[in-house]
């Protein structure tokens, strides 16, 4: 079953995605890819530059304060940047990585359960295998050319839980514009090829007065988030019988005549 078979089954919980402002987004040209994805250590230098960092928590704060949450970075100092950045925010954040002893990770991860901890920032070690349905936000703050990671990454957040009815997930690299929402349909393959979005053009747009994204097809006139009308394209129109002449005396004079609008 697919992502949104299993929301609208009540197996998972909605999720409304947000992007950022384009300046607070990190310049991903020129980073190598190794293994399939991003090379980590150009990806976090790109993502530690004081913008993407300072909007990972001022998101958190206008979009998801008060949510339990887990934020996935790109390297253990990245993610140790990010939990510095939360606690002089004045929140509660901890950071583990493959390395943290397992009482400490049981610990932290239990206080995420229970409330005692707001953020948890990590690398690599809660994208599978871990389940804690209190987890209702989910900071993406690295870039991903995966869309398998992309929706394990989100689906972290999407567990249902008494009380909970959507899960927010904050986009810090604009993922979503090569893999698409969570719930979008795709066709998957056995043969080692990336799936595809159906329709992947008119999957996804950011609300350019929220940062919303969602689903134009499906909301196309009104941002579902902000309620504020889309930006309609403007249509340029054409005349290709329209030819170029030269400028004569008599039309020049003629043109001095016209009053300025």
Known sequence: PSVADLQAAGHLVA?????????????????????????????????????????????????????????????????????????????????????????????????????????????????????????????????????????????????PCAGKDRCVVIDHGANYRQHGLPEDARQWSLDGRAPKVKDKADSARSCPHCLAVYCPKTHPSRCPRCGKANEKKREIKTDESAQIRKITPEMRAAYSKIPPQ
């Open 15 to 159: 999720c409304d995605l947000y992007s950022v402002p384009p300046s607070a987004l990190p310049n991903m040209q020129g980073v190598k890819k190794r293994a399939g994805d991003y090379a980590v250590g150009a990806m976090a230098d790109r993502y530690q530059a004081a913008a993407v960092m300072g909007e990972v928590v001022g998101s958190y704060r206008r979009h998801a304060k008060g949510r339990p949450g887990i934020v996935f970075a790109c390297n253990i100092d990245h993610s140790k940047a990010l939990r510095d950045s939360f606690r002089k925010a004045g929140f509660t954040a901890e950071h583990i990585d493959g390395s943290t002893p397992h009482e400490r990770r049981a610990e932290t991860l239990r206080g995420l359960s229970d409330g005692a901890v707001d953020v948890v920032c990590s690398v690599a070690v809660l994208t599978e295998g871990f389940d804690c349905p209190r987890v209702s936000y989910v900071g993406v703050a690295r870039s991903t050319a995966s869309t398998a990671l992309w929706l394990q990454i989100i689906g972290r957040g999407l567990r």
